[in-house]
């Protein structure tokens, strides 16, 4: 015990001698490295730093989507970068769709406040990808040409199959741009108290909608890799910064950080959130979540069709696979860093006689502090300013992915019954990103002082229990008809929707209407197997012409599958 | 694709053999995956103390973080493995198989 009470002195002064070194090294003219705090707006000087990085950020995304612009003129353009995005390319745009500043600053967060137990939802979050790569990826670039209702509806009927499908697309997109949304809005207000709530916002609505709308995918592709490389970046040298300090020894650092935690050793055994109760029901379900809600977010199955062809599309899943795996060990070393050298440390914990942990600014902070910890001021900036563009660049991906859905599903298929031209397609497209840009802000706006700690919750399960059992099943079985499809993609979104309406965190925390009728926060476990077994009984009780059409037409679905014989051309070079 | 080139791919054994092998190697990589996040997962609800030994008597390092990392990185080479077999043998056989179905 007193080894540990004098640890817990003696860290927190290296941490501190450490700290004033590298900024006053890095930055000679601030004196103050305590003016990025935003704890008393009314008097913090503005963050130049990060105002400075921001603005060279979204000059040089502004210069890409400019240039993208110039190149954008047809809808294969528009909505798939021409099919021209190399593998190593899709990669970096795939982890950085993947990276949100959510999983950047709440991993890390929730490392530095419960220790082991972030790492459970990184290898959540990252064992999808195997699994995208093994049964989805390639089959997805051979069949489908801008959406994975593409694929879904290849051999079934359009109408209602593109409906479904659209819907349930819609509901993950526009709930994940509210979670990022509110997200960008604190972040900016905290970073930069000069701007507020709203204006923060309003801002990031401004900016998406100029990319998407005239750069289209190939303006976002590019905004997603130079994000993706600056975030790597950025992380690498945070985490070389904790090293470094810690003598390149990871015992050292656990153990640093053991003694400094004020749980100690709890934080090396949470195998659930420190305080919870262990409940394998709801581990499990949490683990079916992650891993096929992944393989079902829109936004990240749209990036296959922007590749040259399934030999590309296959790559890129192992380029996006080994960086995100990358990212979320660095994320480990930053939550563990951040134990060390920013908690207890008075220049960013709020009141100290209260809790070491509880930082100013709020509970997504610790990575962003860290930043300053290791690199002083002007690598604050830096790294609030790729948070920032973490967030511009998701929601970008997120917006086109939506807007695709209403325009290439709803508008062109449903509603034309595929006559629309193309040019008419882009200009619905274009109309709807800036719907849904408007949308994102004023939702953003509402849910300002909502609890949004629901909505990972929600879209992970909707595209886990909806989009991912629905397109596997249409690529690999042949006995999946339009009726099996569609109850299969209803039940999926009405009973995720509804178990969490029900649950614990809703009905009681939001709601307040007592114990949850539902007792799980994650309600795949009883709605995927229900997807399943209501889509084999639809199926194959169907024995109308139409679904024996159907059947028969999976040989032909089978051999472009396996093939890539008549799938979408890809660009030759670019 | 024309109907003759379907039914020419279709009554190739190559083609056959092909969509077999890469079903068989799609769902067993699947499978491992599963089995390994699903027993680490599995592992955190029933036997959690197991996961919270230390890895040595002197180390504060639990045996679940070397798990879990160990998960992230057999991941990535299974994600590896399967594009080494595809590029080398699936795409040569892919590639027979149309030049024989369009001649």
Redesign the interface.
Known sequence: MKLAKSALLAIPAAAALFATQLSSAADAVVAAPAAVLAAVPAEVPINWHAIIMFVIFVGITLIITYVAATRTKTASDFYAAGRGVTGFQNGMAIAGDYMSAASFLGITALVYFNG?YG??F???W??G???I???IA?RLRNLGKYTYADVVSFRLKQGPVRTMAAVSSLIVVIWYLIGQAVGAGQLLHTLVPQVSYREAIVAVGGLIIIYVTFGGMKATTWVQIIKAGLLLGGASAMAFGVMAHEGFS??KL??DA?ALHPKH?EI??S??KIGAK????E??S??LTL?FGTAGLPHILMRFFTVTDA?AA??S??YG??FI?YF??LT?IIGFGAIVLVANNPEYVANISKSILDLKGGGSMPAIYLSHAVGGDYFLGFIAAVAFATILAVVSGLTLAGATAMSHDLYATVIMKGKATERQEVWVSKMCVIGLGIVAVLLGIAFEKQNVAYIVALTFSIAACTNFPVLVMSIFWRGLTTRGAIMAGYTGMIGSIVLLVLGPTIWTKILEMGPAIFPYDFPTFVVLPAVLIVAYVASVTDDSESAKLERAAY??Q???A?????AEEGAVSH | ?SVL??SK??KNPK?LQ??KQ?DT???T??AI??I???G???M???T?GI??Q?IAAD????V??LL??G???A??I???I??FI??NTF?PI?NE??RE?SK
């Open positions: 082991f790492l459970i990184s290898v959540g990252l064992v990808w195997p699994i790569l093994f049964l390639e990871f015992a656990f153990t053991v050793m090396m055994k195998v659930v262990a409940n394998p029901i581990s499990i949490l683990g891993m030999k296959r790559k899943v192992l696979t080994c795996g979320y060990v480990f040989d032909a089978l051999i472009r396996e093939t890539g014989l008549g | 694709m080139i379907a791919i279709q083609y092909l969509i890469r190697l799609s769902w990589l699947s995956v599963c390994m996040y699903f680490f997962t599995l955190i609800a029933f959690p996961l919270t230390p180390s504060v390092i639990p679940g973080m879990g990392v998960v992230i990185i991941s990535c299974l994600t590896g399967y594009v595809a590029n795409d892919v198989i149309v179905a």
